[in-house]
């Protein structure tokens, strides 16, 4: 039993279940860590830096083995908690998941490189890709996240119709330029850095037409390339609408559930709380949502007076109207 409890606790840290005191502190740490870390490993890319301060970016480097290294082992240990992740197979379905993936990959090049006992600089690269697990930490990553994942066959299909037309444009250019310029459109897959460059309206200049059929080719690909690539853009603008007003309702519906009894009473509003924090609604819009609710259930039911038979009007937010008579005096 304390064993459980132990594990249920670090779930609940780790997850930032209970947003007490203590998965805040782990949280922000830990997202110090990472941020430290990152520009450890960009600084560390100037040989002159590196070698000047070596000491501290090792000593940076094993506290940073140590403490990922601990939070990987205590997140497929605590899994359990979750019943997705029960029992062996489950923590090994765990240890699948991309998050879980990314935690393992965070560590691995640094244990790689102490156990061969070698500085590769490519090992040191590979540790950038610490700075994806503010995915989990961030609620803004999160979100993007999740926004990514639900407009991924859209995004797909963006791009798969952008390649189509650099191979287009790469094609045509090579036709009328092969000739002029053999260095740079004598093949298709040559021709396909200008019209990559071009398309997306990057233009760096260095590969141009010359003949007069290329800059009419050039222009109508021009033209063509602009709303091509700036629809995967817009597909994600209006990814991140759908996702936040996504959210905003369930939450709302969240609080018209609270509210069905007239008030939202503490834990209530400590849940809504945590329930903003999870979905990345800023906290000043918690109580614009609940007023905005408070008002849509608003209702005004006429009754009649017991004592004078006169009808009175009685604003409520439940369905639900009992009226005590005041206990009469002895």
């Known amino acids: 039993m304390p064993k459980i409890r132990i594990r249920k606790s670090v779930y609940n840290i780790l997850e930032r279940e209970s947003h007490s005191l203590a998965d805040k502190l782990v949280h922000y740490s830990l997202m110090l860590l990472i941020l430290i870390t990152v520009i450890a490993v960009v600084l560390e890319s100037d040989e002159e830096i590196y070698q000047r301060h070596k000491n501290l970016f090792l000593t940076l480097e094993y506290i940073a083995i140590a403490v990922f290294s601990v939070e990987y082992i205590m997140r497929v240990w605590s899994s359990g908690e979750n019943r997705k992740y029960k029992y062996f197979k489950g923590r ?3 240890m699948l998941t991309p998050m879980a993936i990314i ?6 090049p640094a244990w790689l490189g102490i156990i061969v006992s070698r500085d590769f600089m490519i090992l040191r690269g590979l540790r950038l890709i610490r700075v994806f697990k503010l995915t989990r ?22 791009f798969f119709l952008l390649t189509i037309l650099i191979l287009i444009a790469a ?7 092969r000739y002029h310029q053999p260095q740079h459109f004598g093949s298709i897959p040559e021709a396909v850095w200008w019209a990559t460059v071009t398309l997306t309206t990057v233009g760096y200049g260095d590969v141009v037409p010359i003949t007069g059929a290329g800059k009419i080719f050039g222009i109508i690909i021009l033209m063509s390339g602009i709303g091509m690539a700036a629809l995967p853009a817009g ?7 759908k996702e936040i007003n996504r959210r905003k309702d369930r939450f709302r519906n969240k609080v018209i559930q609270f509210l069905s009894d007239g ?5 209530e509003r ?3 709380k945590k329930m903003a924090q999870d979905l990345a609604i800023p906290s000043q819009d918690i109580n614009a949502v609940i007023y905005e609710v408070k008002k849509m259930q608003l ?15 009685v604003e409520h937010y439940s369905d639900h109207i009992k009226i005590k008579e005041p206990r009469k005096k002895e």
Do not use: W
């Not at 935690?103 to 691995?108: I, K, N, S, T, W």
């Not at 597909?235 to 609408?241: D, E, K, N, Y």
């Open 299 to 313: 209702k005004v039911s006429e009754l009649i007076c017991p004592h004078c038979n006169e009808p009175i009007e």
């Open 235 to 241: 597909i994600l603008a209006s990814g991140f609408t």
């Open 103 to 108: 935690d393992l990959l965070a560590v691995l």
């Open 263 to 267: 008030m939202i009473e503490s834990n």
């Open 270 to 272: 400590k849940k809504l």
């Open 171 to 177: 094609t045509g250019m090579h036709l009328v330029e």
């Open 92 to 94: 090994i379905k765990y």
């Open 137 to 158: 930490y961030s609620r803004s990553m999160n979100l993007l996240t999740s926004v990514m994942k639900q407009e991924s066959a859209n995004i797909f299909s963006a």
